[in-house]
């Protein structure tokens, strides 16, 4: 943090009712915005978000979903103080009790968990979106999908992809989405996945369910956040506790099985192919170096949502011009920097 910013940081601070809280650091996402823990005796604890609007941050939109969100009864974090100009949040503090985190010591609770997380997403279904939102179309989703191209596929094989081949991805993927969009947009969060969702426990239903991070919603496709949600390369969702949310989620929004797993192929292909571009990029540009951990999951799990036989063209092009993401790929990216 710059002079000037920790600076901005202390004046708001000191003209909120948490001036005296003891501030501890926490972990933050991949995007700029930065978290503290802020811890007063007579108050508790909160969270203050950092989002710098030098750095492309804005907080208007969190803002806005926010409100939304707690309208239609889903739990987010209370906003308690704002500045907003200058991107600074404190907010309800949720806890740790990431899915992430606490799947791994209770591990039979996975079913418990995504049902009710898998809820949330049928609450959005059924609900009147938000007036305003951007929809998350066909270019706006091939577009995020070429940083596969520009970020894996250039320092994977340190080769910039040419032209034909960029055209000839554009246009199958593009076709791809073209041939789901018929279906009526709903709300989609875009980043519904085990550490954006966190556990608690004293509230009852899908409400035990806090969601994080959620100042990207757009309208988009109905499968885009249980794609998201099931598919998600930070954790390994059980088979029958995927296959389990998939008919719940169908049972409750009577949509078309064939159609909504038709989407759901195509949903998962394009977020897998954007998280490969851009988590190469967090190692190449800000040398976030953990994130290629999670390539080969992405990888592997990009190759199963390419056999779809509605995605066959696509498939094959990926196989032919992709690197398989093995020690060698891995060590490349990881040696490459730009600035």
């Not at 003209?15 to 809280?21: D, E, I, P, V």
């Not at 750095?55 to 979903?65: Q, S, T």
């Not at 209370?78 to 309800?92: A, Q, T, V, W």
């Not at 960029?166 to 709903?186: G, Q």
Request: proline fraction near 4%; glycine fraction near 4%; aromatic fraction near 10%.
């Amino acid at each position: 943090m710059n002079s000037s910013r920790t600076k901005l940081t202390s004046i708001f601070l000191s003209q909120s009712s948490w001036k005296n809280a003891k501030r501890t650091s926490i972990q933050g996402d991949a995007s700029r915005r930065q978290y503290e823990r802020l811890t007063c005796s007579m108050k508790g604890t909160s969270i203050l978000m950092d989002a710098p609007p030098e750095h492309g941050e804005d907080v208007k939109p969190f803002v806005k979903v926010c409100k939304y969100f707690q309208k239609i009864g889903l739990s987010v974090p209370k906003i308690y103080e704002s500045d907003i100009s200058n991107g600074f949040l404190i907010l309800e503090d949720f806890g740790e009790n990431l899915f992430s985190k606490m799947l791994i010591n209770k591990p039979n609770n996975e079913l418990e968990f995504y049902i009710n997380a898998t809820d949330n997403l049928i609450r959005l279904y059924h609900s009147t979106p938000l007036k305003g939102l951007d929809v998350y179309n066909c270019s706006d989703m091939v577009n995020k999908s070429l940083l596969a191209l520009d970020w894996y596929l250039e320092y994977g094989l340190t080769a910039s992809p040419n032209v034909t081949l960029k055209t000839e991805f554009y246009k199958l993927l593009n076709a791809s989405l073209i041939n789901i969009m018929s279906t009526p947009h709903i709300m989609v969060h875009r980043d519904f996945h085990a550490e954006n969702l966190i556990w608690l426990n004293h509230r009852k239903g899908y409400q035990r369910v806090g969601i994080l991070d959620f100042q990207d919603t757009m309208l988009g496709h109905p499968a885009y956040d249980l794609a998201s949600l099931l598919n998600d390369i930070r954790r390994e969702v059980n088979p029958e506790i995927k296959r389990k949310c998939l008919e719940h989620y169908l049972l409750n929004t009577k949509l078309n099985v064939e159609d909504f797993e038709h989407g759901f192929s195509v949903c998962s292909a394009q977020r897998n192919l954007r998280i490969l571009g851009v988590f190469t990029r967090l190692s190449v540009r800000d040398n976030k170096k953990g994130y290629l951990t999670f390539i080969p999951g992405i990888w592997r799990k990009l190759i199963e949502d390419l056999k779809h036989p509605a995605l066959g063209d696509l498939n094959s092009l990926i196989r032919d011009f992709f690197p398989e993401p093995n020690n060698d790929v891995i060590q490349r990216i990881k040696n490459s920097h730009v600035s």
